[in-house]
């Protein structure tokens, strides 16, 4: 049996998203029911429920960054009861069996991840998101929302927060780091948020100084604007550590040369076209190009927790669900400070 639910969805490739109902599956012992109060818009979504991530099955309800509250728990749960605040990030099952699920890097897993959305189930039953009522979920993928953090700031961060988390902490940057983000968007500017209560020194690098005082408001001690081509001669060999946050092309070189010896730099955004890598940029000084995608349960609840302690959270722009499109196109034309976050009540 299943419930039907409001959501809005994508009927194609080239359509406008529009309200439809979706169905929730009946609750397994190891599932719970998230009424959800917030979705974050995602650049992602747009990316596939577009098409342009390969073909999708449509129609598709998008959202991965979801927050809500518990209303029905199965029979077998331990970790939630009703009225618990739970989110839901990228993921929404693995097959719990392969070495990286078993080192909890579900995210890796090599028999398949369950996307939250446009994904499949072992059953076949096809995964729909956050912008919808509600979603049914087993309770191992979904995360404990700390109380100080609102639902709309933080539903951003089951995306936007772990991807920029993830790869900080697994470098190990803290203090006495020095490190440069790349791009000032919405994994920008919790990627600076995140680096700086690590301890770490950090440098925004963007295209233009429209936003140095955001940047410096969310704890960076300089912004640079790398229109001006001086800066990477002024910024050569500065860095440990470069966040790329950008999907756009950019030159590999350039920014590799801005990296120490045994630097590194990693990548979070997904450009469409292969970018060029120069190998003695990276052999002259035993530099690393690297990327990474999102984390583990275990480390998005870590990133949670990290968070509420340090005051962090997504700056958003809260709409009503008749806003969605409009929302997309200004995300295209980065028209956002920083995160679209639809208030699901207006479903």
């Known amino acids: 049996m299943t419930t039907t639910v409001r959501a809005w969805a994508a009927p194609d490739a080239g359509a406008p998203l529009e309200p439809i109902t979706i169905e929730r599956r009946d609750l397994r012992p190891d599932d719970i029911r998230i009424d959800i109060r917030a979705a974050g818009i995602c650049h992602s979504d747009i990316h596939t429920v577009r098409g342009e991530w390969g073909a999708q099955t449509y129609p598709i309800a998008p959202g991965h960054e979801i927050a809500g509250i518990v209303t029905e728990v199965g029979s077998a749960v331990t970790k939630f009861k009703v009225g618990d605040r ?10 719990g069996e392969c070495e990286s699920c078993a080192e909890g ?10 996307w939250t959305y446009a994904s499949r189930y072992p059953d076949g039953e096809i995964t729909q998101g956050g912008y919808s009522q509600q979603i049914v979920v087993t309770e191992r993928f979904a995360l404990s929302i700390p109380e100080s953090i609102p639902f709309e700031n933080a539903a951003p961060l089951l995306c936007a927060g772990i991807t920029t988390y993830s790869p900080l902490e697994h470098w190990g940057v803290g203090p ?12 920008g500017h919790m990627g600076v948020q995140i680096a700086n209560a690590l301890g770490a020194e950090v440098t925004v690098l963007s ?19 790398t229109a001006d081509r001086a800066v990477f001669r002024e910024l050569r060999e500065s860095f440990d550590f470069i966040l790329n946050t950008v ?13 120490r010896r045994d630097g590194v730099m990693v990548n979070v ?12 940029t990276l052999i002259g000084r035993r530099r690393s190009l690297s990327g990474s995608n999102i984390g583990g349960i275990a480390q998005t609840q870590r990133m949670l927790d990290f968070c ?31 995160r679209f976050v639809i208030d699901t009540a207006t479903l």
């Open 86 to 95: 739970a989110g839901v990030g990228c993921m929404v099952d693995s097959c």
């Open 176 to 187: 006495g780091s020095k490190v440069a983000v790349v791009g000032m968007g919405g994994l």
């Open 308 to 338: 509420a302690e340090h005051g962090i959270a997504a700056e958003v722009e809260v709409i009503g669900a008749e806003k969605i499109n409009e929302a997309y196109d200004r995300v295209v034309n980065s028209d956002v400070r920083y």
């Open 207 to 225: 295209q233009s100084d429209r936003k140095a005082d955001d940047s410096k408001r969310f704890g960076a001690v300089a912004h640079r604007a």
């Open 247 to 259: 999907s756009a092309g950019i030159d590999l070189g350039d920014y590799l040369g801005l990296l």
């Open 269 to 280: 955004g997904m450009p469409t076209e292969p970018l060029p890598v120069v190998l003695p």
């Open 105 to 114: 890097e579900e995210q890796y897993c090599t028999n398949g991840v369950v």
